[in-house]
């Protein structure tokens, strides 16, 4: 159980371009979800929460209008990276929580997407 | 705010035990965790410890002190399918459950 799984796991897209990510919890209800991005060996960097329904808290220094975040159903959030620069370029993944009454420590993650920017 | 230091490398050999030990200045959270992440893929989830102590299970195990400030994960009888890198993360008080990450520490099982 408590599997997520992100699409696109590759793209490629050109600079001034859009490009959604999607993020699904396939067998539960995610109230809460978290993006972060990933430079080549390099750490996991919180981007921002989502929250069903509601709007995201992106993380200091993250551009809510470049990094538009929706998180319109239990089971999906996606990540859209607004007219995207070469230095977009990253593994984006996104992470889940069980509902209220799960290891509420234990976070979920997708496999990822990497997105290079031409 | 928080951070948390890590070895940026570690290198042992097939069944031996190595530590990856985790400072950290943190400004109050509720447990630390440790993840794993093989090269390109998701990291998942190994132990927590939300109370001072050790934590075991199986071949791995994490210790947290509170009041040094510091965690370990512990790997025994090291495989070589081991070799990945390692983060520690807190979830500070009343942020959501977001989690925030060391610097990971990339461990090298070498024949």
């Known amino acids: 159980g408590a599997v997520v799984s992100q699409h696109p796991s590759r793209v490629i897209c050109k600079s001034g371009t859009s490009v959604k990510i999607e993020c699904r919890s396939l067998?539960?209800?995610?109230?809460?979800m978290f993006w972060y991005r990933q430079f080549p060996k390099q750490s996991l960097m919180l981007m921002a929460t989502?929250?069903?329904?509601?709007?995201?808290?992106?993380e200091q220094g993250v551009e809510k209008d470049k990094f538009l975040i929706n998180h319109a159903s239990l089971t999906l959030s996606t990540l859209t990276v607004t007219s995207a620069h070469p230095e977009d370029s990253s593994f984006y993944i996104c992470s889940a929580r069980l509902p209220s009454g799960g290891a509420f420590y234990e976070q979920y993650f997708g496999p990822g997407t990497r997105l290079t920017v031409t | 705010g928080q951070s948390l230091e890590q070895p940026s490398e570690v290198t042992a050999v097939e069944g031996a035990i190595v530590q990856i030990n985790c400072t950290y200045q943190t400004s109050g959270f509720y447990g630390l965790s440790w993840y794993q992440q093989h090269d390109g893929g998701a990291p998942t989830f190994l132990s927590y410890?939300?109370?001072?102590g050790l934590e075991e299970t199986g071949r791995f195990s994490s210790f947290l002190s509170r009041s040094d400030s510091y965690g370990y994960l512990l790997l025994q009888e090291l495989q070589m399918k081991d070799s990945a890198s390692y983060f520690c993360a807190v979830d500070p008080y009343n942020q959501g459950g977001k989690l925030i990450f060391g610097q990971g520490t990339e461990l090298s099982v070498k024949p």
């Open positions: 067998d539960f209800q995610a109230t809460t």
């Open positions: 989502s929250n069903e329904g509601s709007k995201a808290t992106y």
């Open positions: 410890n939300g109370l001072d």
